[in-house]
């Protein structure tokens, strides 16, 4: 293992590639879990509702759910059911063969794919290229892969799990007890003033309005934020966040058949935005204030 790590620090090109490799197979599972981990949780809702529900439901109005899993069944063309063999499923290279289509059917598979894969690749080699050879680059690749997960999944479905949001803001504390990106103490106080921060603007927002502005997911986002970055940076994090989402909601309703009032994830925007600040925000922060002071 100390030769594997002394060729990684001493070759860059070598830890580039294998950083980009392994990442393009963290890809292809990651478009796993954002397909099938929302999948997952209806399922288990829905359990949980006729298992409340016994006495009153009838046999009749239960319905029998195969059992779904992140390695079972097996992967398939959603239009023919084909069974997708091992080397139909190489990282990218497979749809670039495939030209995009199922081998059977030749119905279109979703450019999404290996869009996933290539900007998950890509995005770890930024992280590599920052952290360079150290544990705190094994860290933010885990985060950095949280984040496109959860990122897709609010898209699709208006919905931040716990099970990726909790463990990952564990993790940032965890990172940060000897120090590695913050103090602890600024850990600590980050991870309670972001979600209590979006808590009070929600409840302001819904006393004022009689509406929800956000999610409850967000304020666990953002809490997530404060374990990895401190309190320090949350101003200048949800300050991007909110002018990208405004850009984007105001282009969808000049640019799309978007209805005014629909709701627009904002999980996706601050995901972006904490990734941002986790590598350059002290360099932007600094910038800012350098202007308006």
Known sequence: MSEFIHLLENNSLFFYGFVF???????????????????????????????????ELKPSSTKQ??????????????????????????????????KGKCSQCKNKISAR?????????LLSVVIAQHFGVTVITCYALILTWGLIALTMIDFDHMLLPDQIVLPLMWLGLIVNLSNGIVPIEDAVIGAIAGYTSLFTIFWLFKLATGKEGMGFGDF?????????????????????????????????????????????????YLAAAGWITLLWGENIWSWYLSQVL
């Open 65 to 98: 759910v195969s059992a779904l899993t992140l390695s079972t069944p097996n992967s398939s063309c959603p239009h023919c059911q084909h069974s997708i063999r091992f080397y139909e499923n190489i990282p990218v290279i497979s749809w670039l063969v495939l």
């Open 220 to 268: 666990k986002l953002f809490a997530l934020f404060g374990a990895w970055l401190g309190w320090q940076l949350l101003p200048l994090l949800i300050l991007m966040a909110s002018v990208v989402g405004a850009f984007i909601g105001i282009s969808l309703l000049l640019f799309k058949d978007h209805q005014k009032g629909q709701a627009i994830p904002f999980g996706p």
């Open 21 to 55: 490799v392994f990442s393009l197979i963290i890809g292809s599972f990651l478009n796993v879990v954002i397909y099938r981990f929302p999948k997952m949780l209806e399922q288990g809702w829905y359990q949980e509702c006729r298992e409340f529900l016994a006495d």
């Open 113 to 121: 794919y290996p869009l996933v894969e290539l900007s998950t690749a």
